[in-house]
Nanobody, 123 residues
């Protein structure tokens, strides 16, 4: 079973930046698709960004042009660079691994979630 640990969350003012990281260990297969989701005050976990085997990327419309997802396959890590943050980005951010792409959408693996890292953006 894969273990995922997120880090890098914190408190930032609107317009600022944060960089999140997700470290994978255990039964993790390199090059599997990975993704970030977030859960805000509405308590719904929503897709943020995903990166595929070959580095292909997909973003939610709400973060396009502001967030950048990347991965380091040698070290089993995935990052999310978040720029131009707004209060609407306030949420707990979760890492997911070994999901699949279907019809262009990332389908999360229900058994591969981290515990999340809190991001709070003040106005």
């Amino acid at each position: 079973q894969v273990q995922l640990v997120e880090s890098g969350g914190g408190f930032v003012q609107a317009g600022g930046s944060l960089r999140l990281s997700c470290a994978a260990s255990g039964r993790f297969f390199k090059l599997n698709p990975m993704a970030w989701f977030r859960q805000g005050p509405d308590n719904q976990r929503k897709f943020v960004a995903a990166i595929g085997r070959g580095g292909e990327q997909k973003y939610a419309d709400s973060v396009k042009g502001r967030f950048i997802i990347s991965r380091d396959n040698a070290n089993n890590t995935m990052d999310l660079q978040m720029n131009s943050l707004t209060p609407d980005d306030t949420a707990v951010y979760y890492c997911n691994a070994m999901g699949t792409f279907a019809s262009g959408n990332y389908i999360p693996n229900p058994r591969s979630w981290g515990r999340g890292t809190q991001v709070t953006v003040s106005s």
